[in-house]
């Protein structure tokens, strides 16, 4: 029997189209949760400067936009837009806006909380 990595999972792009991770497969992904509204959203500048430097080298780098911490990713995907990539002038990929944790977290998130229960998101 195979084990599930994190290679098996999938996440919707802003634009609706897929990300899958398993063509990330044998690369190093930096999977980080971002909010528009957050004090540590200034991050965006640190990690465009992390993708543009290394994804020639493999690496990926996924912002996953979440609402679940003090309600500090409100807006929709226009405003997910203007922040990061207007704002932030932020070329990596991003994820539709999705729950990171409870019992509507997404499929990635909850496979995570039962591979590392110390580490997971509350």
Not at 28 to 42: D, E, K, M, Q
Not at 62 to 89: C, M, R, W
């Amino acid at each position: 029997m195979s084990r599930v990595t994190a290679y098996a999972f999938t996440f919707k792009a802003l634009d609706g189209t897929d990300i899958l991770l398993a063509s990330y497969a044998g690369h190093p992904i930096l999977l980080v949760n971002t909010a528009s509204l957050c004090g540590y959203t200034p991050q965006y500048t640190g990690l465009q400067a992390l993708w543009t430097r290394y994804r020639g080298k493999g690496l990926m780098v996924l912002a996953v936009p979440s609402n679940d911490f003090g309600g500090q990713e409100p807006g929709g995907v226009s405003e997910i837009e203007k922040t990061a990539q207007g704002d932030y002038h932020v070329t990596f990929p991003l994820t539709e806006k999705v729950a990171v944790k409870g019992p509507d977290a997404h499929p990635f998130y909850k496979w995570a909380a039962q591979e590392r229960p110390l580490e997971a998101p509350h």
